[in-house]
């Protein structure tokens, strides 16, 4: 019996002594450049939905795993979980912590393994954006010694390989071929606007149609009424869902009220607000990249929009060089 007990204490206190050599914390790393502008990569990193659809190395394994997304997009506080009878993928969350201009540190709780800290970092490289993807947890003083015997970085490196190859072409598609810009974004005050027009929701190649037969009527029945108008023909996004190719928007002028009934179109009133700003010179279908630029300058100021508007200004029959078409991009901030 003797023996047996030296024998533990033996073992114990080699045990013991692996532990004061063994790592107290472990961190794994992973880089790729991308070809996409730092506001886009920076959008798309704090998007949650995307992470989960197009480059988690994880969805793969289980495509129906329950997944819940918990507060508001980009903000710190938001968590997303998930839960998969699939050992490979198990029960956790993660929680935004901290969001800067080129970082994002997120804390991730996994079931049966404790805490870890995720990040990620950006910086801009030419053309291209570097991102940085990483996790680094502490190890307790009892766990350290099997630590010795396992190489966490390949184990969990390759991982990240497979997430950040996937990352890459994820977000270049994104660009659309449109070179890099950086955007100046204006900070101005709106007094109270009335809108008239017509409502609407429509897959993506559905907006142009909707767009060429309701300006035209609008603008007519204006006319004949004597409204005055006060913008170029303009468009009032409510909803822009990418992944479904779906909005909810309205065809519109800004007019001076008359409060007269006008049959047929609809009013959208337009509170004094605060309003962000990009002049957008190009295509209409190449003005991605304005929109995310101005998306990433909400979540770093801890703004929130309530909806968008863009009012075209170049008329596209009178101009046809589409780099001088202008597009005024409006966020409304709530």
Known sequence: MKKILY????????????????????????????????????SKLLDSKFFHNEWSPWTELDPKMK????????????????????????KGSMTLDKITSDSIVETLRFEGMGESTVYNFVKVNGENTTIVWGMMFDVGFFGRAPML??????????????????????????????????????????????????????????????????YPALGGFLATNKVELLSAPSAIYFTFDEKAMETECAAVFSIKDNNKKMEDWERFQVPASKVLLIEYYGAYDKSAQAHYAIDAYIKEKGLAQSFVIEEYVTDPMMEKDTSKWLTNIFYVIK
Do not use: H
Request: hydrophobic fraction near 40%; glycine fraction near 10%; charge should be neutral.
């Open 67 to 90: 997944v819940t997304y918990t507060g508001e997009e980009g903000k710190v506080g938001f968590s997303y979980a998930w839960e998969s009878d699939n050992e490979n993928v198990g």
């Open 7 to 42: 024998v533990v204490l033996g073992l114990g206190i080699v045990y013991l002594i692996l532990c004061l050599f063994g790592p107290s914390n472990v961190k794994v790393e992973r880089t790729i450049d991308v070809k996409a502008p730092k506001e886009l990569v920076m």
């Open 149 to 214: 015997f396992m190489n966490m970085d390949k184990m969990l490196g390759a991982d990240y390989e497979k997430g950040l190859a996937k990352l890459k072409p994820a977000i270049e598609k994104l660009t659309t071929a449109a070179p890099i810009v950086n955007y100046d974004i204006k900070e101005i005050n709106w007094e109270a606007r009335t809108y008239l027009g017509k409502k609407g929701k429509f897959k993506f190649p559905e907006i142009a149609g909707f767009f060429s037969q309701t």
